[in-house]
């Protein structure tokens, strides 16, 4: 499985973006998927989550109520919407995908390249 992400840029606090991740090969449907940040000298924080169904999805506390994760299986991508972008979302988020839903980094098999968000005050 190739994850691309896309969507990042820059916006000012308050404002939204729409982060996108698609995916190549037949397995999409069959795993969770998950969207992780991190920034310059800090470890690769969980954002959300999503099951491979869409029936269920977890979330950071300090995203909880601003982004929604969501994913389309026919269309092989799996979206994070962000609402009320603060600076402290500043990062670069990744996407990743895995045979069994988990918030660890090291339980994801797969990782797209990455994406800036950056988020002005």
């Known amino acids: 499985v190739q994850l691309q992400a896309s969507g990042g840029g820059l916006v000012q606090a308050g404002g939204s973006l729409r982060l996108s991740c698609a995916a190549s090969?037949?397995?999409?449907?069959?795993?969770?998927m998950g969207w992780f940040r991190q920034t310059p000298g800090k470890e690769r924080e969980f954002v959300a989550g999503?099951?491979?169904?869409?029936?269920?999805?977890v979330y950071a506390d300090s995203v909880k109520g601003r982004f929604t994760i969501s994913r389309d299986n026919a269309k092989n991508t799996m979206y994070l919407q962000m609402n009320s972008l603060k600076p402290e979302d500043t990062a670069v988020y990744y996407c990743?995908?895995?045979?069994?839903?988990?918030?660890?980094?090291?339980?994801?098999?797969?990782w797209g390249q990455g994406t800036q968000v950056t988020v002005s005050s």
């Open positions: 990743a995908a895995a045979g069994r839903f988990s918030v660890v980094a090291p339980s994801y098999d797969y």
């Open positions: 090969g037949s397995t999409f449907s069959n795993l969770a």
């Open positions: 999503i099951t491979w169904r869409g029936g269920s999805t």
